[in-house]
């Protein structure tokens, strides 16, 4: 089985501080990992994924993640928060081995507010 | 189409009526999918269909609910005799890719479904 988890229901920060959305992640073999973005009344929208490589992924709007396989991580950063950032962020996971087809586990979602 | 469209955004049906909801997807998407979202929650995977073949229909909660997809382009969703707790938005996301799972989704803006 897999799963997701955000431990932070919501993040705060400073407009122009760097801005870290955790999450970590269970699969029994390698796994696929995504970062989307909600904004209200939207659906998801995608932002950056891993694959296999470097275990630093540049996303859209200026996000990056880093996929750390021993802490079995991947958070979300910015190095400078927008207050147009603020939305609500969901990681999610699907394990390489696991199939044929491309079932994915979401996490719970965190919600970031950049403070002006 | 430039994205996936659902429809009707928002829908009310008091306890015991059936409804049903309506996915475009992107174009030529091989993939389509079907989640659920509880208010507060990550999306919930329902069913995943290969073009007009249904894969997975492993998330439906009951069998209350169905969905088609007959030609391989439109889907509906559709849930008999419906509940106070199959409220939830219903998300329809999309993929070029058939198999793999490190292909991103793209999502409609969801269906807001509230059973009075």
């Known amino acids: 089985a897999q799963s997701v988890a955000q431990p932070e229901d919501q993040v705060n920060v400073a407009e122009g501080n760097p801005l870290t959305v955790k999450c970590t992640y269970s699969?029994?073999?390698?796994?696929?990992l995504f970062w989307y973005v909600q904004y209200p009344n939207r659906g998801l929208q995608f932002l950056l994924k891993?694959?296999?490589?470097?275990?630093l992924v540049k996303g859209s709007y200026g996000f990056e993640a880093e996929f750390n396989k021993s802490q079995t991580s991947f958070h979300l950063k910015k190095p400078s928060a927008l207050v147009s950032d603020s939305a609500l962020y969901f990681c999610a996971v699907r394990d390489m081995n696991s199939g044929g087809y491309q079932k994915v586990t979401f996490g719970t979602g965190t919600k970031l507010q950049v403070i002006p | 189409g430039a994205g996936v469209s659902q429809s009707p955004r928002y829908k009310v049906a008091k306890r015991g009526q059936d409804v049903a909801l309506r996915c475009d997807p992107i174009?030529?998407?091989?993939?389509l999918f079907w989640y659920q979202q509880a208010l507060g929650q990550g999306p919930e995977f329902l069913t995943y269909f290969q073009n007009e073949a249904q894969l997975d229909k492993s998330g439906l909660p009951s069998d209350r609910f169905f969905a088609e997809r007959p030609e391989g382009s439109v889907s509906t969703l559709k849930i008999q005799r419906t509940q106070q707790e199959d409220s939830a938005v219903y998300l329809c996301a999309s993929s070029s890719v058939p198999t793999g799972g490190w292909e991103e989704q793209y999502f409609g803006p969801g269906t807001r479904l509230t059973v009075t």
């Open positions: 699969v029994s073999g390698n796994p696929y």
């Open positions: 174009s030529g998407h091989v993939s």
């Open positions: 891993y694959i296999t490589g470097d275990n």
